[in-house]
């Protein structure tokens, strides 16, 4: 299957007082159809950076990106990528843009002239598709932050998009918002098929992904599934990252209780395998 | 505490007014102020305000309310009527009462205290009613018609989707940037600044400190929206459609033969009966 978005060799730089500072280089790397990916590193390994070059908001340097087999180089094709590559950012206040729930969910649908009986039931599927539905006419400002985020994700479901970016969404959020919007976010790839790529520096959040991609120094450090990933203790001290909490916990466990497995992720997980060791 | 805000000043309900196309409404909100101001005798007026009172009380908006939206223009009201009782002059004025203070004549005329009258009823009424069209109309509404009323002007290059656009921003950062604004007074206090006492140049100099993060932090805001906007597809140009519906209804055409027999009924009335004003 061809991939859906496509880093080949991918350079980027901002322009700085002091010359240019490099936050992306040499990157390659492909997400599926359908899969879900979390890329995590942390602040300034360029995991941002790799968010925005997706959808075009930048344009690398060096190198190509395709987004659905097109290439976010040429300006022609951005209006279709932003269409099929939906993008939901950290602060939730500064992408709502209407005044009513469902006015901001119809935002982006509005743009690609949907006529107006679609548009209506593209609205209330996309609240439905995130158990918004029943506050579609409140007004953004008195949501949580977990309310405002699964708006914000709807108003990219509304595009009708094949792949949808979350870059650090979960970051301002209170463990309840954090959780309404990962539980959200999984159903969506699970029950439709929508590929997800995670940025995120919540292991915990990583560790329900399909495949880790750990960013470092805008490099790519290390990729795999969350258990092999999480098993290279040295490669993620080098990226800076914690464990999982229960992975974490393991691992200090298995200093006196060597018999502990590895490759623990979940806190099921670490229960039963104590339970196991202690029996 | 300022959690609660609500932009605008609607008021949810179902009467008829609130379910009148909001294009009519503010057309017919239009029309009803040339229309007081057409009125000659005190009939016409009378039928005018009389019109005002009836869709208050259709409206469903409690009369508390809307005598809430007439207090800021009170002043006004006073002072053009008191201007009004005292210097109306004139070859034919019938004078009332006359009064020699030093050297000032003070007159009353009859012609000042009817002016007076028509003067303070027309400015309570427009303000009645054009309350009522932000009372049954909720601000985002309010935007998209005018922007279809306005889209004409989109043909002599003047970018009206553009101008909505900004209005439907600005009414949905106004909550967020007073919010922001009370965390930045809450910092700037928490680190001594003294933001409510001193005098007036004082306060308004104290005030800086707050004005300058919360100036930087909307740009960033702004930086962050368009990056949020484009990635829906947001391009500045080319045609858009809305959720919003807006179509006229057969009582949409009652209302305007409403104001249309309202209008000929004040004509007829000023060709009746003596011009008082």
């Known amino acids: 299957m061809n991939p859906i978005i496509e880093f080949q060799n991918v350079s980027y730089s901002y322009a700085t007082e002091d010359g240019a500072e490099s936050a992306v280089q040499g990157l390659c790397f492909a997400v599926s159809p359908g899969e879900f990916v979390a890329m995590v590193g942390r602040n300034g390994s360029g995991k941002s950076t790799a968010a925005k070059l997706c959808n075009g908001l930048l344009i690398p340097q060096e190198g190509r990106v395709l987004a659905a087999g097109m290439d976010t180089a040429n300006e022609n094709l951005l209006f279709e990528i932003r269409r099929r590559v939906g993008m939901v950012f950290q602060n939730p206040d500064n992408q709502i843009i209407a005044a009513t729930v469902e006015d901001d969910v119809a935002f982006g649908p509005e743009n690609l002239c949907v006529p107006q009986e679609e548009l209506r039931r593209r609205v209330d599927e996309s609240l439905r598709a995130v158990g918004m539905y029943e506050l579609r006419e409140a007004e953004p400002h008195k949501l949580s932050g977990g309310q405002k985020q699964r708006v914000a994700i709807a108003g990219v479901l509304a595009l009708h998009n094949d792949v949808i970016i979350l870059d650090e969404s979960t970051a301002m959020l209170d463990p309840r918002g954090r959780t309404e919007v990962m539980q959200s976010v999984r159903a969506l790839n699970r029950e439709r098929g929508l590929t997800v790529l995670l940025i995120t520096h919540f292991m915990e959040e990583a560790a329900q992904a399909d495949r880790v991609l750990v960013m470092h120094e805008g490099r790519l450090l290390a990729q795999g599934a969350p258990r092999d990933v999480f098993a290279q203790e040295e490669t993620l001290r080098t990226a800076g990252l914690s464990l999982p909490a229960p992975a974490g916990l393991a691992r200090l466990l298995r200093e006196d209780f060597p018999q502990l497995p590895r490759g623990i992720l979940t806190e099921e997980e670490c229960a039963a395998a104590i339970l196991e060791a202690f029996r | ?186 910092a700037q206090k928490s680190r001594g600044a003294n933001l409510e006492t001193g005098s007036l140049l004082q306060r308004v100099r104290a005030f800086v400190p707050v004005l300058v993060p919360l100036f930087v932090s909307a740009f960033r805001r702004a930086a962050e929206l368009a990056s949020a906007m484009e990635s829906r597809c947001y391009t500045g140009e080319g045609p858009r459609t809305s959720l919003k519906q807006l179509r006229l209804r057969p009582w949409d055409f009652g209302w305007l033969a409403g104001t249309v027999l309202l209008t000929a009924g004040i004509v007829a009335l000023n060709h009746f009966f003596r011009a008082v004003i």
């Open chain 2, 1 to 186: 505490m300022i959690k609660g805000i609500t932009i605008g000043q609607y008021f949810a309900g179902r009467s008829p007014l609130h379910r009148m196309d909001a294009r009519m409404k503010i057309v017919l909100t239009l029309a009803y102020m040339v229309v007081i101001f057409l009125c000659k005798n005190f009939w016409a007026l009378g039928c005018t305000a009389l019109a005002a009172v009836l869709c208050a009380a259709l409206s469903g908006v409690p009369a508390k309310m809307i005598l809430r939206s007439m207090r800021p223009v009170l002043i006004l009201v006073l002072f053009t009527g008191v201007l009004n009782v005292f210097y109306t002059n004139g070859p034919n004025t019938h004078i009332w009462f006359q009064y020699e203070l030093w050297r000032v004549t003070l007159k009353i005329t009859r012609e000042g205290v009817f002016t007076a009258m028509f003067t303070t009823i027309r400015i309570l009424c427009l303000i009645a009613v054009s309350s009522l069209l932000t009372y049954t109309t909720t601000p985002s509404m309010l935007t998209t018609a005018m922007e279809r009323l306005l889209l004409p002007l989109a043909k002599l290059k003047v970018p009206v989707a553009v101008f909505a656009m900004m209005m439907t921003l600005a009414l949905r950062f106004v909550p967020t940037l007073i919010e922001e604004t009370e965390r930045i007074m809450n």
